[in-house]
């Protein structure tokens, strides 16, 4: 192992001397040769694969892994979200699991040496409806007991924080309070995934993009062609040629029912496009993050000075990422409802990514009845925040061949048991 | 220009309404009748076919003739004189009007003289009948009478450019 | 945005509809197994393809109906009122 | 105004209306018809701004709206296009990006430290101290480009429109016009869309002969009835043709959106000029032909004064003639097809000063301009599915095949000259307006109201256009020398080589990395040059690398219009003005504004259970449901049993989803054989209306039930206190109210205060003897009145929402959605007796029966505080005593007014639920506090006395 020499080290001194000496870096990740035996096949560039790639080579010491993504390194959510990050989530099992990651996240750019542009802003969650303002006050009392910074504010304290919100009673919808979460914030999206691909590049992993998988190698399952539950993963078929390993993750978003089909897997998934938009550029003026659950929006300014706009997922389910026109009006009428004094800046791009969405908006994790074949799905709108831990937890899963506590809650074998995760208790925008 | 009317605005303007369910094959589809989406003036009662199922009396004679109709068979009526109000638009940018606020196509081919559909207008589901006044285009409109008060703003804002 | 064709409105903004999902049978609650019941109620075929759907036509006729689309293209098939079997490609609306 | 040229030049000024405006506060003066840009270069002033790394000066280049170099604040307004936005009287108009000023600018020290800010630098340090790390990003955000978000900014009118054209054509140079008129001229309705201010295109600035063909197609659109939207732009097309306008023309709106649904779509957008890549190309002075032209031939503005132009095109030598009308003196034409080149431009920090040619000379000038080719804007065709392929010969992309509502004619697919391209436009108007006319057939007959169609469908026209030629173009991309790519994102190609040798080498990868095409012209100018660079790095092709997809919207939007006039409808009942003029509190509930209280709640609750309250309860969802089937309908629904409702009574009923989930609640009421009315949450009577129609509609066809949403029609007033029985008897003559004619859970129908046809059920959600009376809401005002009237000697008040949740918490009734939650199965409410699991099927039944089996749920408690003075929050957590081990939660809370104590609801575990258990209730302030389980949910008179009697 370690047959690659690790990465030119990324510092601000060595950015000096390549700039004195004109000296170019060297390329981030190999253009590797395609194998047709790995230990280890993750289907899925994105930060959840890579980040499982990443932990099981450098947690567990397995690094004969292929990652394979049909496209380019981070072309599916990881690239399309809005890069939120934040642990106040309602239910234990969610406070717990969230906040890992936003421990990995934190100290990340050190980890991965590479700046990831943690931008640990404060995340302002806005209550309308005294029924808003109880939720807000459930999740941040359940935040409180598990040791996350999270409090519910008055209108006088979020003016403060943010003084571009109007927080005058007499709108058609008053902001009544907030949840005020202040470890969270942004992070360089693009950032993460490069972090990581660069991180397993260096133990060793394979990255082939524009590898497509095309079927997933089953034997000696109950189901057609000896899929299916009780069966055993033996490889994937990909664009390139046939892969043979007998443990194959799907890691994918968008695409994870279509895969998990592949393998004779039924999921309780339908995928959503969710939208996003942003501005022109202005001056910096909006400091922190700011979610709306009954206005379905969410918007924070990056350094660059464009504000980043969400909205929840589109109701049809559908593959199409062309966007809607009608996404950028309601989110325009909610934005300006919030921030009445930004009517004349501009919308420059609006595009769409697709969301796995569970019944329970929690993931679903682990083994699956097809031996070998697990999955990191179901993401919804929070596979971002939640790259880190699941990475490390999967890999520890694949590695250890159990799974483990903190993704115990979210097994496939849940919907069958009628066990679903609390998130759905309190269902508003997931940002 | 364009003239808008809240129809029930005092109790004695306002405008009796009935709705009819009657099934296929019914004594009382057979009587009222008509194509789905269209209306037609009877006396003092405008009759429209809402749905395929639902007719809306509308009028004077209303109560009446919704009195007077044999519900045999799978048939009923509910006097909807509260549950909806009418609003009525008048005038050469009525069309314009409601185009600013609802997405269908209210132009003479698709919605002529005497048409009726349902459409989203300003956020509101309306009932809306094409009932031109003395060859000059006019829409009836239909909807929740708890709405009036934000609508008649919201109509009254779009029709101020006209 | 879409244009759907309620089987009695005709083409509709999809705005003007609410869509319920993937359409799918639901078992005897007297005789089913929770296995069959969850089946019902969690999980999706979710195809990338044609999926046979439900909508209801909520600001126009008021009927529920079954259409079948592509989850990918967009593409719509003619629909169908309840207790009629689904047709061939209607004629392009568009 | 000293660089202004003498009239002929400048077309679209008028010069006997002198405009006045400031720039960075010096006053200065400008013509009717100037845009920002141009009446600045009249005045001399060529420095529009810096960039926004390196700070560099940065001047005219495209002298249009994709202008990269010339966004500027006006007033408050950031980001304004100053080369496409007029010029108008008063006008502040200030560089962005400059500091402190546009010509001593600190941050141009950027610039030295140029090779050490390589893309993507950020990414490769400040990782340490981590820190640092957020004073370093204090500092990056301070380098935001951008203009300026005054936040008192006022929310001006905006507007929209929804449009059903047969044809829209985006794009008004010749082929857009032709078409346009094309199509009028075969009975189509048309818009013509065009970005400029006016209708022409590149005739615009061309030959007298094209300026004033220009004149003629314009003037022929309008005869023929095509409606002509200038300044404005067709931003999106999204599915099934539904295409976005923003129109910024429009008179008293500062921008308005339309939503056109087009039957065809023709693309007519022209082409868009390339810069070329070359060391120096930022500097001012250096500008596209289309630049030159335009600010000679349209606006009378001299660019320079001597000149080199580089020309591969018919644009460049077009720039040569309009420099010499100008008096602009040319110092070289360098012929790009007779192999000449430019390799390098210098000059002081604000101008270019010499331009350095490929066979090694150097020229001196202040101006050069470039014609190095086109970019196919096919933003909207992309949009529309089609993925644009690459032409070397011709140099550009080029669309691959839209769908066939969708056309492309002019510069976009082709080249020609004016009657050319006139005649292609001209073809393809008429193949729209022929697959439109087919189109507008089908839908019409397909809809049930529209108008019978007029004979048979026509035929679907073929495409048999004679295509455009595609004149050969030399490659001409970047120079032997490294120069700027993306001058919004200050990105260089040197910069795209870096990237490519790190691996961030295909167009999405390094696009990503470098920002390169991310900024405002969203890569209208830079795309392809970026795709250029990037195929060089690989060597590879233009045509291997690909391109990358253009998003909608086309051009930016402004919110404001986006969003138009803010419509969020409200609801009120009639009652509503009532409840203001005496002095109630509105809240928001959903739609609904309702009133909250009257001043003081707990006053409210003591007037009703001390003697009678009335309080307007419409927003209660009501459904009339009418047929044979009702209680089969009824049965399915509910928990619990219907088939043996008599004629006259009432009974509650709780629903499920098919998870078993709590859905809703409410009272039903038989009023006659085949005749009910039902009752359900005021946020759930739309949602529970849509799911009985499905039932209805798709699982049980058979079943005969007319189902009508009546909530509105009758205004719903519960009477409730001690006294009610005594105040409603004084209003009505033929409602015996005797508890033994009419006992509790019982309907009854007659005339109250003189309205007949009111509606009376004893219910009782306050816990009070109460009438719960429903009359046509036009007569409601004053039945409220009498109300009131009849009642002042027993004391009558009306009470809020506020009183009623206070009540209704000291009866233990739950509130669906605040006690229980998007996981409460129906057993949490503890009404077993109400879950009837012989029925044959109910909704949610199968999970409801499993989970009563397992017995592994939560319940709904009622617990008070040991100490009564305490009131635990909403949301509060129940813990295992001395652990942090959540075991419940606290879904309700209040002060009883009635019992002077704090009660609650809960949700606790079973082994939490016991009459007696003591529980440990963490507050919001961390202090813990105790509290016990009750017997019942309710607080106050369990057994019912009162409300029975």
């Known amino acids: 192992m370690g047959k690659n020499k690790p990465p030119a080290k990324y510092s601000a001194a060595g950015l000096l001397w390549r700039g004195l000496r004109k000296q170019s870096w060297p390329r981030v990740w190999r253009e590797p040769e395609f194998k047709s035996t790995y230990d280890v096949v993750i289907i899925g560039g994105g930060v959840h694969g890579l980040a499982t790639a990443y932990y099981l080579a450098s947690n567990h010491g397995i690094t004969n892994i292929a990652v394979v993504d049909k496209q380019y390194l981070g072309s599916g959510g990881s690239g399309r979200n809005t890069a939120i990050v934040r642990s106040n989530y309602l239910t234990p099992e969610g406070v717990a699991f969230y906040d890992r990651s936003l421990d990995l996240y934190n100290s990340m750019s050190n980890d991965l040496n590479l700046n990831v542009m943690f931008s640990e802003r404060g995340h302002l969650t806005l209550a309308h409806t005294d029924s808003a303002l109880r939720t807000m006050n459930w999740r941040a009392e359940v935040n409180k007991l598990q040791g996350i910074n999270s409090s519910v504010i008055t209108p006088a304290e979020i003016k403060k924080l943010t003084p571009s919100l109007d927080v005058s009673a007499d709108t058609r919808y008053p902001i009544l309070g907030a949840l005020y979460h202040p470890p969270g914030g942004t992070i360089r999206h693009d950032a993460v995934v490069w972090g990581y691909a660069r991180g397993a590049d260096a133990y060793g992993v394979d990255l082939h993009q524009k590898t497509e998988v095309l079927d997933i190698l089953v034997e000696g399952g109950s189901g057609p062609e000896g899929k299916g539950p009780s069966g055993k993963v033996t490889g994937v078929r990909t664009s390139k040629g046939d892969i043979h390993a007998p443990v194959v993750v799907n890691c994918t978003a968008g695409w994870a029912s279509q895969l998990s089909n592949m393998a004779g897997v039924t999921l309780p998934i339908t995928t959503h496009p969710l939208q996003a938009a942003v501005t022109e550029p202005v001056k910096t003026f909006l400091p922190t993050v700011v979610v709306s659950g009954s206005l379905h929006v969410y918007v924070s300014q990056t350094d660059r000075g464009e504000l980043v706009f969400g909205a929840s997922v589109d109701p049809v389910a559908t593959y199409n990422m062309s966007g809607t026109l009608e996404f950028t009006e309601e989110l325009a009428g909610h934005v300006l409802e919030l921030m009445p004094g930004i009517s004349k800046m501009r919308l420059l791009r609006q595009w769409a990514g697709l969301c796995d969405m569970t019944p329970d908006y929690s993931p679903v994790m682990g083994p699956t009845p097809v031996d070998g074949f697990y999955v990191d799905v179901g993401w919804g709108t929070y596979g971002f925040k939640a790259g880190p831990v699941s990475g490390e937890q999967m890999a520890a899963c694949v590695a250890n061949g159990t799974t483990p506590e903190l993704i115990k809650p979210f097994e496939l074998s849940r919907f069958t048991e009628g066990t679903l995760v609390g998130e759905k208790g309190a269902a508003a925008v997931g940002h | 220009m364009v003239e808008i009317t809240h129809l029930d605005a005092s109790p004695d303007t306002r405008v009796p309404k009935a709705s009819v369910r009657a099934a296929d094959g019914t004594a009382a589809a057979a009587t009222l009748g008509l194509n789905f989406g269209s209306a037609e003036q009877r006396g003092e009662t405008l009759v429209v076919r809402i749905r395929p199922d639902e007719w809306y009396l509308l009028g004077d004679g209303a109560p009446a003739m919704a009195a007077g109709l044999d519900l045999s068979g799978f048939a009923s009526t509910v006097d909807i004189s509260h549950s909806r109000t009418a609003v009525r638009i008048t005038g050469d940018c009525a069309a314009d009007t409601l185009s600013k606020l609802g997405s269908a196509d209210f132009s003479d081919h698709m919605t002529p003289n005497g048409a009726a559909l349902g459409n989203g207008i300003a956020g509101v589901t309306c009932d809306i009948v094409r009932d031109d006044q003395r060859g000059v285009r006019s829409y009836l409109l239909l909807l929740d009478g708890s709405f009036i008060t934000y609508f008649l703003g919201a109509l009254h804002d779009a029709a101020s450019e006209f | 945005m879409l244009l759907v064709p309620c089987p009695n409105c005709g083409p509709m903004n999809a705005a003007d509809l609410s869509y319920n999902g993937e359409s799918h049978r639901r078992p005897d609650p007297k005789t089913c197994t929770p296995e069959e019941w969850r089946t019902y109620l969690y999980l999706r075929e979710n195809p990338s393809g044609w999926l046979l759907e439900n909508w209801y036509c909520s600001s126009g006729c008021r009927r529920h109906f079954k259409i079948e689309r592509h989850t990918l293209t967009g593409e719509l098939r003619a629909p169908v009122l309840p207790g009629r079997k689904p047709g061939a490609t209607q004629g392009d609306m568009k | ?613 009335i309080i307007d309860v419409t927003p209660l969802g009501k459904l009339d449901l009418q047929g044979p089937d009702v209680p089969k309908l009824l049965n399915l629904l509910y928990t619990n049993k219907w088939m043996a409702l008599p004629i006259g009574g009432v009974r509650y009923g709780l629903m499920c989803a098919e998870d078993g989930v709590v859905l809703d609640d409410g009272v039903t009421a038989r009023l006659g054989e085949e005749h009910y009315l039902m009752t359900t949450t005021s946020s759930g009577a739309a949602k529970i209306w849509n799911w009985i129609e499905m039932w209805l509609q798709t699982e049980h066809p058979d079943w005969q039930v007319h189902v009508t949403p009546v909530t509105t029609g009758l205004t719903s007033i519960n009477i409730a206190g001690p006294n009610s029985r005594e105040l409603l008897g004084r209003l009505t003559t033929d409602i015996d109210l005797d508890p033994t004619a009419f006992p509790y859970m019982n309907v009854r129908r007659g005339t109250i205060a003189g309205v007949q046809n009111c509606i009376a059920w004893r219910i009782g959600f306050t816990g009070e003897l109460s009438y719960e009376i429903h009359v046509p809401s036009g007569h409601a005002v004053h039945v409220w009145e009498q109300l009131l009237d009849q009642g002042a000697d027993l004391g009558v008040k009306a009470f809020g929402l506020e009183a009623q949740r206070i009540m209704r918490l000291e009866k233990g009734h739950f509130i669906v959605g605040q006690d229980t939650d998007g996981l409460s199965k129906a057993p949490v409410t503890g009404l077993n007796p109400l879950l009837k699991l012989d029925k044959d099927d109910w909704a949610g039944m199968p999970e409801v029966a499993w989970t009563m089996e397992s017995g592994d749920h939560p319940v709904i408690v009622a617990c008070q505080p040991d100490n009564g003075s305490v009131v635990p929050e909403e949301a509060a957590q129940i813990l295992r005593a001395g652990t942090t081990e959540i075991v419940g939660r606290i879904t309700s809370s209040r002060m009883s007014p009635t019992l002077n104590r704090s009660i609650c609801l809960a949700q606790v575990t079973k082994e939490f639920a016991a009459p007696g258990t003591s529980l440990e209730v963490l507050l919001v302030s961390g202090e813990r506090i105790t509290a016990t389980v009750q017997e019942h949910h309710a607080h106050f008179d369990p057994e019912g006395a009162r409300l029975r009697g």
């Open chain 4, 1 to 613: 105004m000293s660089h202004r040229l003498p009239a002929p030049l400048g077309d679209v000024i008028d010069r006997s209306s002198v405009i006045s405006f400031t720039w960075n506060g010096k006053k200065l003066q400008g013509f009717e018809g100037d845009t920002i840009a141009s009446a600045l270069l009249a005045n001399g002033e060529h420095i529009l701004g810096r960039s926004m790394k390196y700070h560099r000066p940065r001047g005219v280049l495209t002298a249009d709206f994709w202008d990269p170099n010339t966004t500027v604040q006006v007033d408050d307004e950031p980001n304004v296009r100053a080369s496409h936005r007029k010029l108008a009287d008063g006008m502040a108009v200030s560089a962005q990006n400059v500091w402190p000023s546009l010509k001593f600018d600190v941050k141009a020290a950027n610039g030295l430290v140029g090779r050490f800010l390589t893309a993507g630098f950020y990414y490769k340090t400040f990782m340490k101290p981590a820190k640092l790390w957020p004073a370093y990003e204090h500092v990056l955000a301070k380098f935001a480009p951008g203009g300026s978000v005054d936040l008192d900014t006022p929310h001006g009118r905006y507007d929209k429109r929804h449009a059903h054209p047969d044809v829209v054509v985006a794009g008004g140079g010749p082929s857009g016009m032709a078409a346009a008129l094309a199509a009028a001229e075969a009975g189509s309705s048309v818009m013509l869309v065009e970005h400029e201010h006016q209708l022409g295109g590149h005739l615009l600035w061309g030959s007298n002969d094209d300026r004033a063909a220009a004149n003629e197609l314009a003037a022929a659109c309008a005869a023929a009835g095509v409606e002509i939207l200038t300044n404005s732009t067709v931003a999106g097309r999204y599915e099934d043709n539904w295409i976005s306008i923003s129109q910024r023309s429009h008179p008293g709106v500062i921008e308005r959106l339309i939503k056109a649904r087009g039957k065809t779509l023709v693309g007519a957008a022209g082409t868009i000029e390339r810069p070329y890549v070359f060391q120096g190309n930022d500097l001012p002075g250096v500008m596209t032909s289309g630049a030159a032209q335009r600010l000679i031939r349209m606006y009378g503005v001299k660019p320079g004064t001597r000149a080199v132009v580089f020309t591969a095109n018919e644009s460049g030598d077009s720039a040569v003639e309009a420099l010499q009308s100008a008096g602009i003196s040319i110092a070289r034409v360098v012929d790009a097809r007779a192999g000449e080149g430019i390799t390098s431009a210098s000059g002081s920090k604000s101008r270019v000063k010499r331009v350095t040619l490929s066979d090694g000379t150097t020229v001196e000038c202040d101006l050069l301009v470039t014609a190095v080719g086109w970019t196919t804007p096919t933003s909207l065709l992309n949009m529309a599915g089609d993925r644009p392929v690459y032409d070397a010969d011709a140099a550009r992309f080029f669309p691959a095949g839209p769908p066939d509502n969708v056309l492309a004619t002019g510069g976009m697919i082709g080249d020609g000259s004016r009657d050319e391209l006139i005649a292609h436009g001209r073809a393809t108007g008429e193949l729209a307006a022929g697959r439109a006319a087919v189109v507008r057939h089908r839908l019409q007959a397909a809809t049930a109201r529209a108008a019978a169609v007029d004979g048979p469908e026509p035929d679907y026209p073929a495409d048999e256009r004679t295509p455009l030629d595609r004149a050969q173009h030399p490659e001409l991309y970047r120079s032997t020398t490294h120069g700027i790519v993306d001058y919004s994102e200050d990105v260089s190609s040197k910069d795209l080589f870096s990237a490519a040798g790190e691996g961030f080498d295909s167009v999405e990868l390094i696009k990503r990395f470098t920002t390169a095409t991310m900024g405002p012209s969203q890569g209208k100018l830079e795309t392809v040059n970026t795709v250029a660079v990037l195929a060089e790095a690989r060597n590879e092709t233009i045509a291997e690398v690909g391109t990358t997809v253009w998003r909608p919207p086309y051009a930016p939007i402004s919110l404001g219009a986006l969003a138009g006039r803010i419509n969020e409808p409200t609801r009120v009942s009639v009652l509503q003005p009532w409840h203001e003029a005496n002095g109630a509190t509105p809240i928001l509930a959903g739609q609904w504004v309702r009133p909250e209280h009257y001043g003081d709640p707990a006053a409210e609750v003591r007037n009703t259970r001390t003697n009678v309250g």
